[in-house]
């Protein structure tokens, strides 16, 4: 594995497009993921030239985790597959890594122009319809009219739920926009959620104080709905990578794990990973997913 890593650093584009990965998907701007095939919500962001990329459902990895969820291979077989191809392609020069610094001040600039919600604002009325809750964490504000940027250049405004993500020090580190409706239904547009930044591991959204026992969910909606349901407080992970990789502050003594109920099992895959790696190390882990296919949320709406 080490070996194909230092054959790859910094020739990962060539060699996803040699391996069947069209190359409008890898130009650094959001596009349909070649492996869920979502649209808009795929970035390959190459960072030091390990192939990088984030996907709002995927999760995150390198370019080894890519070729594993695309081409369904274990982690042996894309290494292999790398030290085959590298041997036939000439020798290029590593890119180096690109700073965070620039979609750090973005999301600062998003986050100043937002304000707390209030009641019958558009991220009131999205939270109270899909949630039912009365008070919205103060984490989570409102944007009256954030840019949407499509493909072509083009640029539409719509007010935005905004969502603070942060790592695990408790640093900001990136925002999790859902684009919405001034009637507080989800806007009209490819990808109504975005994350802008970038999400190492253990971060999430963090929607409550931490206590004792902690939970962690995927979605806002979700975490929401959890902590309503089992009345206990959840974060957001944003994504099943995000929270296949979190590990919960000191003073957690015991993590709920709520996944998604999800027909292609990433939910529950995910779900299980991270509770075996918080059971390895000690911790009181509890894993709820839900009966029917969905979420907690969905569970949540079904009964209202």
């Known amino acids: 594995m080490a070996l194909a890593t230092d054959l790859a650093n910094g020739r990962w584009h060539d060699l996803l497009v040699q391996l069947g990965i069209e190359p409008h998907l890898l130009t650094g701007r959001h596009a349909p993921c070649p492996a869920c095939g979502g649209r808009d919500r795929f970035r390959f962001d190459d960072k030091g030239g390990r192939g990088t990329f984030f996907c709002s459902h995927c999760g995150a990895g390198d370019g080894f985790k890519l070729l594993s969820l695309v081409k369904d291979w274990s982690f042996r077989k894309a290494a292999q597959e790398i030290e085959h191809l590298c041997g036939t392609m000439p020798a290029r020069t590593p890119t180096p890594e690109r700073s965070d610094s620039a979609g750090l001040e973005g999301c600062r600039r998003v986050w100043r122009d937002t304000k707390a919600a209030t009641d019958g604002d558009p991220v009131h009325l999205y939270l109270r319809r899909r949630t039912a809750i009365d008070h919205v964490p103060s984490v989570i504000r409102s944007h009256p009219r954030l840019a949407y940027r499509y493909d072509d250049g083009s640029v539409t405004l719509h007010p935005a739920m905004v969502a603070k993500v942060t790592d695990a020090s408790g640093r900001g580190c990136a925002i999790h926009r859902t684009y919405l ?72 003594e015991r993590v709920i794990v709520f996944g998604d109920n999800d027909t292609n099992g990433v939910g529950q895959a995910a779900s299980w990973s991270l509770a075996k790696r918080l059971i390895a190390k000690g911790m009181d882990v509890d894993v709820k997913i839900p009966e029917m296919c969905g979420d907690w949320n969905d569970q949540l709406r079904r009964r209202v």
Do not use: Q, Y
């Open 181 to 252: 409706t001034a009637e507080g239904n989800k806007a009209s547009v490819p990808t109504v959620k975005k994350v802008l930044g970038n999400m190492p591991a253990s971060s999430a959204i963090r929607l409550f104080d931490a206590r004792c026992t902690l939970g962690i969910a995927e979605g806002v909606e979700t975490a929401l709905s959890a902590s309503i349901h089992f009345g206990v407080p959840v974060w957001s992970a944003v994504s099943a990578g995000g929270m296949e990789k979190w590990t919960p502050p000191e003073g957690v």
